[in-house]
DNA sequence: TCCAAAATAGACCGATTGGTCTAATTCCTC
DNA sequence: GAGGAATTAGACCAATCGGTCTATTTTGGA
């Protein structure tokens, strides 16, 4: 599909976040990617860098709800909604290059020191863990364990997706079932 | 006490860099918050930034080491040194200022793209786990088990670490026990 | 077809980056 | 105290940073 300069921007711009940070890149290496002039830039991110930066967690953040949205959809328990989600984001890992980050944080932690940057990662953060929380009591959960779940399994991923970071292997992050349901 | 003037800019640089991500911070600022000039760093530190990079990764290695032996040393079960461990990073978090990140995923993932860098994160991480199951294991629990759990309190903490952050409240590495350790 | 708005193009800016190099100074040993 | 090594001091460098600005081209509705 044909892209708009605007969402190649963002796009690029959230793929290279990821990898190495938010002061890691340099717009030149965007432009360079894209093939955009810095008119452009200016012309869709009209603050820079950092309305660059919004918009490429917000887009991490939109794909990560999809995810969880479809790994949750067909899933008979809780227990393989999650599996589901986990195997995923494996896949995910291994396909965006061994070395890259978890998306809203990467981007968000080392941004300027702004507010606006810390809050959207709490923000997003916790819209995950309700959204997980949410399927976690359609499938089943008693209510006051969902939340539990849900959190377990938000910190659980956001852990190992660092361990496998360091050990450049998705295998990791497939291996969380295993410390989230011990058989 | 007195620090050489290595020891200080290992020091300033592994609190930077934590704040920010190595990318993030300048040689200008480190030598700002020490006071002293280019040619000392060079001259401790060869090869410059990097180097500097590697020693204060090194350092925030030996430290945690240290937190994990201290937490586990006195503790009855596993449990309680666990549990202690969990409340001695809450107030280094809290302490640090509430925006820091992991010690050496925030200096060694973004640094230089350098082979040398992922391996010594991978390196760390390993031994923070090896150590962990070790005092498992001392304080009784199975031996098959000691490492699952070592891994899962690291990867829960990991992961909790950031969620911390993204709130802005140690609280949330206290309440990881409650994760781990279900009543 | 025409015209205004949207978008692209890229030269240019001051500030800062990591890094080099030489001179001065401090420190330790004989 | 003399001499040599270790360290400090900071001027200087090319490259890159994020950002501004003006001109040109493309686009879409009247």
């Given at each position: 599909m044909e892209l708009s300069s605007r969402e190649k921007l963002a796009w690029a711009a959230a793929k290279l976040f990821q990898e190495r940070g938010y002061h890691g890149v340099g717009l030149s290496e965007v432009l360079k990617v894209t093939g955009l002039p810095k008119g452009s830039l200016y012309h869709h991110f009209p603050n820079g860098k950092s309305d660059l930066a919004l918009e490429a967690a917000a887009l991490a953040h939109r794909e990560m709800t999809r995810i969880i949205e479809e790994a949750f959809q067909?899933?008979?328990?809780y227990q393989d909604g999650a599996t589901t989600f986990l195997f995923k984001l494996a896949k995910l890992f291994e396909i965006m290059g061994k070395?890259?980050?978890c998306p809203v944080s990467e981007i968000?932690?080392?941004?300027?020191?702004?507010d606006v940057f810390r809050q959207k990662s709490a923000e997003y953060f916790d819209a995950w863990i309700s959204l997980i929380a949410t399927q976690a009591e359609r499938l089943g959960q008693p209510a006051d364990l969902a939340r539990a779940e849900a959190e377990r399994l938000f910190v659980t991923l956001q852990g190992g997706w660092t361990l496998a970071r360091a050990r450049q292997d998705g295998d990791v992050i497939r291996n969380l079932r295993l410390l989230l349901f011990p058989t």
């Open positions: 067909d899933a008979k328990t070395y890259t980050g968000l932690f080392a941004g300027p020191d702004e």
